[in-house]
């Protein structure tokens, strides 16, 4: 499973994740969450709806550059559109249908970003029961 939000962070972990699936003769499931967090201030009118289609226009975007990259490697993939919160949402997919890994990018945001805004990266490692590869963004120590 590749998790993916379309930034750069996670088209590198796109990449890793294609890599393996080519390597092992697996499948990518490609995963978007269409994050509801962005609507929880929000009051439910025309703006909130706009903002959701444009989310959701984002992760069919992003799903179809992965399946333009799997294509292109000669990987199956299976494109799948999550909504909610991002990192239960990942946690829940990988575990309920037995993934054998889960591949995502991280940011690496430090200090108070790290503390304001949180990981879903760190989230998915520490709570779930798949193993799961984190893939550093450009310019990350290790780099």
């Known amino acids: 499973m590749v998790a993916t939000d379309g930034s750069e962070c996670s088209k590198?972990?796109?990449?890793?994740?294609?890599?393996?699936?080519?390597?092992?003769?697996g499948v990518v499931y490609a995963v978007y969450v269409?994050?509801?967090?962005?609507?929880?201030?929000?009051?439910?009118?025309?703006?909130?709806?706009s903002m959701y289609e444009f989310l959701k226009k984002e992760g069919k975007e992003t799903l179809?550059?992965?399946?333009?990259?799997?294509?292109?490697?000669?990987?199956?993939?299976?494109?799948?559109m999550l909504e909610g919160h991002p990192a239960p949402e990942?946690?829940?997919?990988?575990?309920?249908?037995?993934m054998d890994l889960v591949v995502m990018g991280t940011t690496g945001r430090t200090g108070l970003n790290r503390i304001l805004l949180g990981s879903v990266a760190g989230h998915v490692v520490?709570?779930?029961?798949?193993?799961?590869?984190?893939?550093?963004?450009?310019?990350?120590?290790?780099?």
């Not at 269409?34 to 709806?49: C, I, P």
């Not at 179809?64 to 799948?80: S, T």
């Not at 799961?132 to 120590?141: A, D």
Request: glycine share 10%; proline share 5%.
């Open 12 to 25: 590198k972990a796109v990449s890793a994740g294609i890599e393996l699936a080519r390597l092992s003769g």
């Open 64 to 80: 179809e550059y992965v399946a333009a990259a799997c294509k292109e490697a000669g990987v199956p993939v299976e494109p799948v």
């Open 34 to 49: 269409v994050s509801t967090d962005y609507f929880s201030s929000m009051a439910v009118d025309a703006g909130w709806e």
């Open 90 to 98: 990942l946690i829940d997919f990988a575990e309920d249908t037995a």
């Open 126 to 143: 520490r709570h779930c029961k798949v193993p799961v590869m984190v893939v550093r963004g450009k310019g990350q120590p290790g780099n």
